[in-house]
């Protein structure tokens, strides 16, 4: 159903967000981060959507773009 959502507004961070964590806990890494990604292009400035991003990139064996992300969101936490 959020990929309905998603593909009906693809400007909808929050379903973007809750894609992303359930792609997390269904395993689909490369999905996970896809979503992920378009929340922090829609929420620049939110420190938790780089959270968010780090995570998924942690579990899709992103590393260097999960420290980034989770730097990012220190940075936007002040």
Known sequence: MLEAVVADEPEYALAHS???????????????????????ELEPRDPFSYTALSVACMRAGLIPEAEDALARSRTLQG
């Open 18 to 40: 809750a894609l992303a964590a359930w792609c997390t806990r269904l395993e689909r890494h490369q999905e996970a981060v896809r979503h992920a990604r378009r929340v922090v």
